[in-house]
């Protein structure tokens, strides 16, 4: 069974009809800068066309001015940037200034509070481990003038004692540290009690406790000064060590017990001076 041959546009006639509507298309334009009848229906065919031809070159136009105003602006962006870092720079570096002024001011006040006792000023330079600054090293030892049994001062108070010294160095028990002991007394009423050093009441309420005031007259009350007493055998007398900020009477109705509010910050030391001078003692190692 013979199939039936498929007819075939010839190409030649494609081409043809397209040359044709090319040359109609060309005379219709031509025709449109004319009048009449042709010019009018040319006119009718050609000038959507040029509409949209415009509509296209503004909308290129528009979209090149887009681009341009883009890149402008990020240029103007990443310089602002720029700017912005600069500043924040300057900014940090003028912090740290007031920051070490402060300190400076800090030191030079407390060189002047204790200024009867030769001092030398450290930084701290290491802690173990936690938040606070139980104990921590200075920068400062031996070959300085320190050693152990030094009272350490920060902040216009008391921060610790010298227990370890080398050439370049030296370890700082503070007194919040839980085997720190200090015979103290009430500044107000000049009775003597007991500050010890407590990490568990640090954690709980950032201070330290107080036990053993023998407060007979029931004196004591919130917010008195409590300083280094005259019979500590390790601390030099009078040292602020901070405020109470509560009491209670104890069971036996003798003395009674609280918390104290230290002045120097435990949490952020940095700076402190150490007294180059120690307490007479029997027993170096002994009670506080």
Same mark, same amino acid.
């Given at each position: 069974m013979k199939r039936k041959k498929q007819s075939k546009f010839p190409a030649k006639y494609v081409l043809l009809i397209m040359t044709i509507l090319c040359i109609a298309i060309i005379g219709c334009s031509l025709s449109a800068s004319g009048s009449g009848p042709i010019?009018?229906?040319?006119?009718? !065919?050609?000038?959507?066309?040029?509409?949209? !031809?415009?509509?296209?070159?503004?909308?290129?136009?528009?979209?090149?001015?887009?681009?341009?105003?883009?890149? /402008?602006?990020?240029?103007?962006?990443? #310089? =602002?940037?720029?700017?912005?870092?600069?500043?924040? #720079?300057?900014?940090?570096?003028?912090?740290?200034?007031q920051e070490e002024l402060d300190n400076l001011k800090k030191l030079y006040n407390m060189d002047q509070s204790y200024a009867d006792y030769e001092k030398v000023a450290a930084n701290v330079i290491g802690k173990d481990a936690g938040n606070w600054f139980s104990m921590f090293l200075i920068d400062r030892g031996s070959n300085d003038g320190i050693s152990v049994g030094m009272n350490v001062l920060a902040d216009g108070g008391l921060a610790g004692i010298v227990i370890q010294v080398g050439p370049?160095?030296?370890? !700082?028990?503070?007194?919040?540290?839980?085997?720190?002991?200090?015979?103290?007394?009430? =500044?107000?009423?000049?009775?003597?009690?007991?500050?010890?050093g407590s990490l568990k009441s640090m954690n709980e309420s950032s201070l330290i406790e107080f036990d053993d005031l023998r407060d007979k007259e029931d004196q004591a009350k919130v917010g008195d000064q409590i300083v280094t007493s005259n019979i500590s055998d390790m601390f030099l007398e009078g040292i602020p060590i901070g405020y109470i900020t509560d009491i209670q009477?104890?069971?036996?109705?003798?003395? /009674?017990?609280?918390h104290i509010a230290t002045i120097v910050d435990f949490e952020h030391l940095s700076d402190v001076f150490v007294i180059l001078q120690t307490k007479d003692t029997t027993n170096e190692q002994g009670g506080e």
């Amino acid at each position: 069974m013979k199939r039936k041959k498929q007819s075939k546009f010839p190409a030649k006639y494609v081409l043809l009809i397209m040359t044709i509507l090319c040359i109609a298309i060309i005379g219709c334009s031509l025709s449109a800068s004319g009048s009449g009848p042709i010019s009018a229906a040319a006119g009718a !065919v050609i000038t959507p066309m040029q509409k949209g !031809v415009n509509r296209l070159g503004s909308a290129l136009t528009d979209l090149r001015d887009h681009m341009q105003t883009k890149k /402008k602006l990020e240029k103007e962006n990443e #310089e =602002l940037r720029t700017q912005l870092a600069e500043a924040q #720079e300057n900014l940090n570096q003028v912090q740290l200034n007031q920051e070490e002024l402060d300190n400076l001011k800090k030191l030079y006040n407390m060189d002047q509070s204790y200024a009867d006792y030769e001092k030398v000023a450290a930084n701290v330079i290491g802690k173990d481990a936690g938040n606070w600054f139980s104990m921590f090293l200075i920068d400062r030892g031996s070959n300085d003038g320190i050693s152990v049994g030094m009272n350490v001062l920060a902040d216009g108070g008391l921060a610790g004692i010298v227990i370890q010294v080398g050439p370049n160095y030296a370890k !700082v028990r503070s007194i919040i540290d839980d085997n720190s002991n200090v015979s103290a007394k009430n =500044l107000s009423t000049s009775d003597l009690c007991i500050v010890s050093g407590s990490l568990k009441s640090m954690n709980e309420s950032s201070l330290i406790e107080f036990d053993d005031l023998r407060d007979k007259e029931d004196q004591a009350k919130v917010g008195d000064q409590i300083v280094t007493s005259n019979i500590s055998d390790m601390f030099l007398e009078g040292i602020p060590i901070g405020y109470i900020t509560d009491i209670q009477t104890d069971s036996n109705n003798l003395t /009674k017990s609280g918390h104290i509010a230290t002045i120097v910050d435990f949490e952020h030391l940095s700076d402190v001076f150490v007294i180059l001078q120690t307490k007479d003692t029997t027993n170096e190692q002994g009670g506080e």
